[in-house]
């Protein structure tokens, strides 16, 4: 019931995104990360102030940010001129946030 957890370990990073390669594979998208808050717990965003999420109910998920997209495969540039292409793309990272975690006392009286 507390947010203990995140006091020495601050950062959080989402996986980034494999590059494309050939033999008709694209990259793999990167992992999300996946933070386990308690009930009550209000994400915010630093940089405009705006409230995220409330999490209000137990087993609510909440998509802060995201991880990167996989790179493109080589059947991406094929076409009728190009039939096997030896190019490819990286994968993107993952998409950047600073939030602020904030947990309201709920009490039963």
Known sequence: NTLVDFRYTRKFRAERGKNGRGANCSGRGGDDVVLTVPIGTTV???????????????????????GGDGGLGNTHFKSSTNRSPRQCTKGFAAEPREIRLELKVLADV
């Open 44 to 66: 915010v965003d630093v940089a405009s102030g705006d409230v995220i999420g409330d999490m209000v109910e137990s087993g609510q998920r909440l998509l802060v940010a995201a």
